[in-house]
């Protein structure tokens, strides 16, 4: 089992930066996949960020060249770098872990207005 805690979030000025960390205890083995999804008041959770288990990243086009995910195996963190931060990426944001089984972290809010 594996337990998540996001942390970061806040309110920031469009075109802002922001960074996000998420902190994983617990283990398992079949971890392939550390990703970062959103949800916006009164809408889905999407997908905006993923490391494969070799360390290669993934982005929603929405986010593409503004965001970063980088992972520390050491400390067993999960990093979500934001800049140019637009209204439209106001949510909440989660952590996501997947393997034997999937994982999410309770979140934490993202607000970008002025």
């Known amino acids: 089992q594996v337990q998540l805690v996001e942390s970061g979030g806040g309110l920031v000025q469009p075109g802002g930066s922001l960074n996000l960390s998420c902190a994983a205890s617990?283990?398992?083995?079949?971890?392939?996949?550390r990703a970062w999804y959103r949800q916006a008041e009164g809408g889905m959770r999407n997908w905006v960020a993923l490391?494969?288990?070799?360390?290669?990243?993934n982005y929603a086009d929405s986010v593409k060249g503004r965001f970063t995910i980088s992972a520390d195996n050491d400390k067993n963190m999960i990093y979500l770098q934001m800049s140019d931060l637009k209204p439209e990426d106001t949510a909440a944001y989660y952590c996501?872990?997947?393997?034997?089984?999937?994982?999410w972290g309770q979140g934490t809010q993202v607000t970008v207005a002025q």
């Open positions: 490391l494969t288990r070799g360390n290669t990243p």
């Open positions: 617990g283990s398992d083995p079949r971890l392939n996949v």
């Open positions: 996501y872990c997947r393997g034997q089984d999937t994982y």
